[in-house]
């Protein structure tokens, strides 16, 4: 079974970092592009950042350029996710997929939330 588990979420003060982690099982994720996704309450899913199969090329949404990096570990079948002078607009459920997005391939995802 393909899973891909997302890890690394937790409650951060603005200003502050969290490191995510997606580990895919089941298949091996690294001849795919893929992306870092989130969702806040009341909120479309919208992507936040993207990488092409070998690490080469990455795209940031706007309101992340400059503060979260993504990148991967084709060894380790695991992408992440550096998210650095996080905002309280940054809470959401984060999750991973291929890119484009497969509805197969959606995990729980893993809450941040950034609040004093």
């Known amino acids: 079974q393909v899973r891909l588990v997302e890890s690394g979420g937790g409650l951060v003060q603005p200003g502050g970092s969290l490191r995510l982690s997606c580990a895919a099982s089941?298949?091996?994720?690294?001849?795919?592009?893929m992306g870092w996704f989130r969702q806040a309450p009341g909120k479309e899913r919208v992507i936040v950042a993207t990488?092409?199969?070998?690490?080469?090329?990455?795209y940031y949404a706007d309101s992340v350029k400059g503060r979260f990096t993504i990148s991967r570990d084709n060894a380790k079948n695991t992408i992440y996710l550096q998210m650095n002078s996080l905002k309280p607009e940054d809470t959401a459920a984060y999750y991973c997929?291929?890119?484009?997005?497969?509805?197969?391939?959606w995990g729980q995802g893993t809450q941040v939330t950034v609040s004093s």
């Open positions: 997929n291929i890119n484009p997005p497969h509805a197969n391939f």
């Open positions: 089941g298949r091996t994720f690294s001849n795919y592009n």
């Open positions: 990488i092409n199969w070998s690490g080469g090329s990455t």
